[in-house]
T-cell receptor, first 110, second 117 residues
Framework: LAKTTQPVSMDSYEGQEVNITCSHN???????ITWYQQFPSQGPRFIIQ???TKVTNEVASLFIPADRKSSTLSLPRVSLSDTAVYYC???????????FGKGTRLSVIA | GAVVSQHPSRVICKSGTSVKIECRSL??????MFWYRQFPKQSLMLMAT?????????EQGVEKDKFLINHASLTLSTLTVTSAHPEDSSFYIC?????????????FGEGSRLTVL
């Protein structure tokens, strides 16, 4: 299972764009990259998933370079409610358990 | 997206008793479910993988006789913490897959907080 490395924590002011980068140097050819958000005392919530290039949905964008050894989650104009822990994971099959790294604790300040 | 429901969300029990936590997939058939535990300010730790109709596969260091997992149907998996002790107090989270087997997207339950007195 590909290991991931993320910054431990990040701070941001409301309204700013936040970019969280994740390294996954040994990602396999068939692995997808998925980002989850977790609030205290709640289960992780799916944010976005991608395989290569750029993916955008209503809450975030995911940038994946050609070598796929890293990925960047971009949160536009964060608000206080975006304060949470963000995890990046890589996996191929839905039947393969996702192993969580330490995640990035994002604190949004007013 | 798909919905996974856990019950109970909170449970307090006395040391030595057993506690059962249910995980249900509400709108899809979950061929595989995963159980995690999470201590305060730490990441999720995978405990076991269960496939419908077969025995669960436990991660190293997880006692299978203490954490009994049953996945008898495609919509329900249960985790029973037997003879619970205060050190078993934790946040237990289940996840399920089956709808998008090739992309690794998991759907997580809301979590169950166990407090053992």
């Amino acid at each position: 299972l590909a290991k991931t490395t993320q910054p431990v924590s990040m701070d941001s002011y409301e309204g700013q764009e936040v970019n969280i980068t994740c390294s996954h140097n040994n990602i396999a050819t068939n692995d997808y990259i998925t980002w989850y958000q977790q609030f205290p005392s709640q289960g992780p919530r799916f944010i976005i998933q991608g395989y290569k290039t750029k993916v955008t949905n209503e809450v975030a964008s995911l940038f994946i370079p050609a070598d796929r050894k890293s990925s960047t989650l971009s949160l536009p104009r964060v608000s206080l409610s975006d304060t949470a822990v963000y995890y990046c994971l890589v996996a191929f099959s839905g039947n393969t358990p996702l192993v969580f790294g330490k995640g990035t604790r994002l604190s949004v300040i007013a | 997206g798909a919905v996974v429901s856990q019950h109970p969300s909170r449970v307090i029990c006395k040391s030595g008793t057993s506690v059962k936590i249910e995980c249900r997939s509400l709108d899809f058939q979950a061929t595989t479910m995963f159980w995690y535990r999470q201590f305060p300010k730490q990441s999720l730790m995978l405990m076991a993988t269960s496939n419908e109709g077969s025995k669960a596969t436990y991660e190293q260091g997880v006692e299978k006789d203490k954490f009994l997992i049953n996945h008898a149907s495609l919509t329900l998996s249960t985790l029973t913490v037997t003879s619970a002790h205060p050190e078993d107090s934790s946040f237990y989270i289940c996840s399920a897959t089956g709808g998008r087997a090739n992309t690794g997207e998991l759907f997580f339950g809301e979590g169950s907080r166990l407090t053992v007195l």
